[in-house]
């Protein structure tokens, strides 16, 4: 009865809002268009299609907040002003009653809250619809008072979030059934990726291993901090952090009254996002001015500070090499190779033509280049591309797309700071010494070490591999025994020569260095 009653909740407003006009616009059956319209009597249809679909999302609660959230990253499927204001949407929410949440921290611990700290604010700092934060001091385990933030998870989540996402799957069906634009926007296949990221989200130690791994990775960067975990107090729906305290990136007076220089925080910003992708292949994905603040304290002055890590990307060194192919192509205006990438990543059908390709991608860059570097838009492009790309069936991959998202924000963000920020320029550097990286004689050495001890495990068996395989053979296998060991003399060589050749190249490269410091 429960889900009933939400379905038929969800239809009114959907109805109310005008909604079926966005999902109906291609369906010509006069019935079922009378009868909404006979159902929503007295709707007032004058507002932008964008701003009712954020406010229908807005009055469904705070899964369909979250919802329209992920949805407004997926630029590649939405008109422009759908996701321009589906990007509004605020991720604050009323908070829960602290005594719920005070109940939650000590069914998960089993302890009283007077036990785990010496000082609990009932009162939320924050709060959103997925969970809400307090402070507290905790008395870690060398006896030291330390601040912290208390994240607790909002109750009942799951079972509400499983109901509505029964119901999303649903409603997508009927979307994907009755017009031909709404099954072009792919709603089941949405509806699919925000079920995974919202599960993600639901498990708060998820949450805590990302935040812990990008501290490790950013450990020896000196641009940006990331809360400790305390991980004797981290539970599926509490955790505990270290308490940040900085500014918020979006009040730029308080940062230059700090003294705070905004020119290198842009810079600062830049290389921290292509330090993630590009070196490390994992990156915060929820950059938006709620979840960063600058520190102001003397020994960090002046540094980023990252907050909640419930949404990363990850990219495997394929999506790197074609990421970073791409921008340099891009840099190059090699608009030929940028198509021939996209059909040999295969996200474009093999028998796409190249040079029609390469007329579209050309029409989206080259009015950017024909203006000053400072004034392009690298996200802007990206998201232009992926709008172009639809009629050329292109598969955008879910990582990409958080990319995408991640670098608006990063340019947002930057260009607030510095007006003057040429992020083309800054980044240029950056993807051309990768690039060196990648197909230079540090990026052979280094696949040589990684491969090292599966050969060395792996040469030793070959013979009794050869043999095992023989006695399974029906027949006389002399020859082949033979020949297999002829070809095995044969790759035994051509192994040493390599090795050989590179303890010698490397020899050469320190040679090289050893030479080039005398003469210095």
């Not at 009865?1 to 379905?7: A, C, P, V, Y």
């Not at 616009?25 to 079922?32: A, T, V």
């Not at 990421?323 to 940028?338: G, M, P, S, W």
């Not at 579209?360 to 860059?365: E, M, N, Q």
Request: aromatic share 8%; charged share 25%; net charge neutral.
């Amino acid at each position: 009865m429960s889900r009933l009653l939400r379905g038929a909740t969800i239809v009114w407003i959907v109805l109310r809002y005008g909604l079926d006009e966005l999902v109906l616009s291609s369906f010509s059956h006069r019935g079922l268009r009378l009868v909404t319209r006979i159902v929503s009597f007295g709707r007032n249809l004058d507002a932008p299609r964008g701003q009712r679909l954020r406010e229908a999302l807005e009055r469904l609660g705070p899964i369909f907040v979250k919802f329209g959230q992920v949805l407004s990253t997926r630029r590649d499927l939405l008109p422009a002003d759908i996701a321009d204001e589906l990007a509004h949407l605020q991720d604050r929410v009323p908070p829960f009653d602290p005594v719920v949440a005070v109940a939650t921290i000590e069914r998960a611990f089993r302890k009283p809250v007077s036990e785990i700290f010496t000082q609990f604010e009932r009162v939320p700092v924050a709060s959103a619809s997925i969970a809400q934060v307090h402070f507290a001091v905790l008395r870690d385990r060398t006896g030291r008072e330390r601040e912290v933030a208390v994240k607790v998870l909002r109750p009942g989540m799951l079972g509400a979030i499983d109901k509505d996402l029964s119901l999303m799957r649903m409603m997508a069906g009927w979307v994907e059934r009755l017009s031909a634009d709404g099954k072009r926007l792919k709603p089941r296949e949405v509806v699919a990726e925000f079920d995974k990221y919202l599960h993600d989200e639901l498990d708060l130690v998820r949450e805590a291993s990302s935040a812990a791994q990008l501290r490790r990775n950013m450990a020896g960067l000196d641009l940006v901090l990331i809360p400790e975990m305390f991980w004797e107090y981290c539970q599926p729906e509490v955790i505990v952090m270290e308490r940040m305290t900085g500014i918020p990136i979006s009040h730029t007076a308080r940062l230059r009254e700090a003294g705070v220089d905004s020119k290198k925080l842009a810079r600062d910003g830049v290389t921290i996002f292509f330090t993630q992708v590009f070196r490390d292949g994992f990156f915060h994905a929820d950059m938006h001015p709620g979840n960063i603040q600058v520190s102001v304290d003397p020994a960090t002055f002046g540094r980023y500070i990252s907050l909640d890590f419930g949404i990363v990307g990850t990219l495997t060194e394929f999506d790197k090499e074609y990421l970073a192919q791409n921008f340099t192509a891009f840099f190059r205006r090699d608009y030929k190779r940028v198509a021939e990438l996209h059909i040999e990543s295969g996200w474009v059908p093999a028998s796409t033509r190249v040079d029609e390709l390469e007329s579209a991608i050309r029409s989206v860059c080259e009015p950017y280049f024909d203006r000053p570097l400072k004034e392009i838009s690298l996200g802007m492009v990206l998201m232009r591309l992926f709008q172009t790309s639809r009629r050329f069936h292109v598969e955008i991959q879910p990582q990409l797309v958080l990319l995408q998202k991640t670098l608006l924000n990063i340019e947002g963000l930057g260009r607030d700071l510095d007006p003057e920020l040429d992020l083309w320029a800054t980044a240029k550097p950056f993807l051309e010494s990768w690039m060196v990286e990648q197909i230079g004689p540090q990026r052979l050495v280094q696949q040589l070490r990684d491969e090292a001890p599966r050969y060395a495990k792996l040469l030793p068996e070959l013979p009794r591999l050869l043999a095992d395989y023989l006695r399974q053979r029906p027949g006389d296998s002399r020859r082949e025994l033979e020949q297999l060991l002829i070809e095995q003399k044969r790759t035994n060589k051509l192994l040493q020569g390599l090795i050989y050749g590179g303890i010698g190249f490397a020899l050469g490269l320190i040679a090289m260095q050893v030479l080039l410091r005398v003469r210095l």
